[in-house]
């Protein structure tokens, strides 16, 4: 019986498009070397957010895509676009602390495309409404389509 498989390594297995996500778990803070950017050279640190997408049916249902913040926590920062996005779009007032435990579980829309390398990486991550327009289901994974499938 094999003991691994070798796989794509996560390069293209998560289409275009926007998908309801869960965070499961944020590590860190870890230290690495910037290597473009304002602080490019310099240590950084970072923390990584585990997302699990949330289609309940669909193909990706529990399918981890991972994002990496700053330590940054100011409102420019993309720790701060995480933190509203995951506590319903409002954003957390100066001073507040939080534990893993108040956000992990919480759950938000991400918008995932495809980078230079062909992975997938979280472009954006925004609150799920808090009401549903009547007679609408809760949001699903909508890919984009393909480039070729267009009728245009």
């Known amino acids: 019986m094999p003991i691994f498989e070798v796989t794509n390594g996560g390069a293209s297995e998560i289409p275009d498009g926007v998908y309801p996500v869960i965070l499961l778990d944020i590590k860190g803070p870890r230290t690495v070397m910037a290597q473009r950017g304002p602080n490019a050279g310099s240590e950084i640190d970072l923390f990584d957010w585990i997302f699990s997408i949330d289609a309940p049916g669909h193909a990706l249902d529990g399918k981890e895509i ?57 472009s954006n991550l925004g609150a799920v409404p808090a009401v549903a327009p009547a007679g609408r289901p809760r949001p699903v994974a909508v890919p984009a389509p393909a480039a070729d499938s267009l009728p245009f």
């Open 66 to 122: 991972e994002a990496s913040s700053s330590t940054a926590s100011g409102p420019r920062s993309k720790m701060f676009a995480f933190l509203t996005a995951l506590l319903n779009g409002v954003a957390p007032t100066t001073g507040t602390k939080f534990e893993k435990t108040d956000l992990v579980g919480r759950q938000a829309l991400a918008t995932i495309k495809t980078d230079e390398s062909g992975w997938p990486r979280i």
